[in-house]
């Protein structure tokens, strides 16, 4: 079944270390797009990658950082500069064949850090 | 003011009631809109999208867009208690770019 798979469902660091969330699709999608989601809160914008080699920062982009080199894969970085990346991140994928294309999301990963 | 703004809620209606759930955004070039359900510690599903003003149906939910008030709603019919969620507005601008709001919180109380 084609699907977005984020591993691993839980990951925990010490302050200080960088930490690569995982991220794969196999729906052929040409965008990618990675959101944190705060407890009560909505889904914020990091970044996302319309094509392979090219992504945008999004709102929140400061102590993040991505990749595309392959169109299935969007990697985010969690670095030590991030001052607070205890969260829920969420990775989606969508066509980009038109405007109404929704966004499909994988099952997240939830950082903690200590 | 904020991209994408949504009531936090919560919004608490009893079963088999009529649902109102609303958002308003900034971007006037904004050109689709979409409406998600997130259920707590879940991932969001998509309910529907909308990108021509006026409404759309499907079930029991209909959303509604008016692209001059800037305003996009979604309407959810004979509520059940398992529509009990967080409902997310999202609004996609140039460039794929697609910015979330911060949700409503909805409360069917059987």
């Known amino acids: 079944d084609g699907g977005i798979t984020q591993s691993p469902k839980y990951l925990f660091r010490k302050e200080g270390q960088n930490v690569t969330l995982s991220c794969e699709q196999n729906?052929?999608?040409?965008?990618m797009y990675w959101y944190r989601q705060d407890p009560g809160q909505g889904l914020r914008l990091i970044y996302y990658?319309?094509?392979?080699?090219?992504?945008q920062k999004g709102d929140i982009a400061e102590g993040y950082s991505v990749s595309r080199e392959k169109k299935e894969s969007f990697p985010l970085t969690v670095t030590s500069a991030q001052k607070n990346p205890t969260a829920f991140y969420l990775c989606?994928?969508?066509?980009?064949?038109?405007?109404?294309?929704?966004?499909?999301f994988g099952n997240g990963t939830r950082l903690t850090v200590t | 003011q904020k991209e994408v703004e949504q009531n936090s809620g919560p919004l608490s209606v009893p079963e088999g009631a009529i649902a109102s759930l609303n958002c308003t955004y900034s971007?006037?070039?904004?050109?689709?809109f979409f409406w998600y359900r997130q259920y707590s510690g879940k991932s969001p599903e998509l309910i529907m999208f909308?990108?021509?003003?006026g409404d759309k149906e499907d079930g029991r939910f209909t959303a509604q867009l008016n692209k001059a008030s800037q305003y996009v709603s979604l309407l959810i019919r004979d509520s059940q208690p398992s529509d009990s969620a967080t409902y997310l507005c999202?609004?996609?601008?140039?460039?794929?770019?697609?910015?979330f709001g911060a949700g409503t919180r909805l409360f069917v109380k059987a």
């Open positions: 909308i990108y021509s003003n």
């Open positions: 990658s319309q094509i392979v080699n090219d992504f």
């Open positions: 999202a609004v996609r601008t140039g460039g794929f770019k697609t910015i």
């Open positions: 989606a994928s969508t066509q980009t064949g038109g405007y109404n294309s929704p966004l499909h």
């Open positions: 971007d006037r070039g904004s050109q689709s």
């Open positions: 729906l052929n999608h040409d965008a």
